[in-house]
């Protein structure tokens, strides 16, 4: 992935979210507002869970993107990352359809919204912890101290990106004493 196919995320996506909105409310129906708030919140927490299962069991576990995921270990500044077209393959087949059948068409596409927007947050969180020097406080901080532990300390832990919830629930945390980033990115 080159140049242009890095950042696509960034442009299709935040192109996707509105439309998710609009064709749950055209073609779903009256959707209550707490019942679309739901949805989306249980799709950004269900994100949650994919990013961490996703990085432990698919990307480190010598599966068809292993190697991929070992050359962004190796050179974490690189342009290394996920397809485009295949993330929103992914989204459509893993998703958006199987949320549609089960829960209704506006609500699952709410919920496809939140995995999505979980996903774009992702996306950027992770673009900027590798891209960019971040102050020793915040979120951002937070962030990059647990995934630069997972790139440096313990590639068998902090598997979560914007969430540490799930290496806690299944005992993955790498903890290292708080002024650990100093020097590296």
């Not at 950042?7 to 959707?31: K, Q, T």
């Not at 406080?137 to 540490?164: C, D, M, P, Q």
């Amino acid at each position: 992935m080159r140049n242009f196919g890095y950042y696509l995320d960034f442009i299709v996506f935040p192109i996707v979210l509105p439309c998710l909105v609009v064709a749950a409310h055209r073609f779903g129906g009256s959707i209550r507002p707490l019942d679309s708030a739901t949805a989306v919140f249980s799709g950004i927490f269900f994100w949650t869970f994919l990013e961490y299962a996703i990085h432990r069991f698919v990307l480190h576990a010598g599966l068809a993107f292993s190697a991929d995921h070992e050359a962004h270990h190796a050179a974490p500044k690189a342009e290394i990352g996920t397809p485009t077209w295949l993330t929103s393959l992914i989204l459509v087949f893993g998703i958006y359809i199987p949320a549609v059948l089960v829960l209704h068409v506006g609500l699952g596409l709410m919920f496809g919204f939140g995995v999505t927007f979980g996903y774009l947050v992702y996306s950027f969180a992770h673009y900027s912890l590798h891209q960019w020097n971040v102050s020793n406080e915040g979120i951002f901080y937070a962030w990059k101290r647990l995934h630069a532990l997972h790139h440096f300390v313990g590639k068998n832990g902090n598997f979560g990106v914007t969430s540490s919830l799930w290496d806690h629930i299944f005992g993955t945390v790498v903890e290292k004493k708080r002024g650990y980033l100093a020097g590296n990115n």
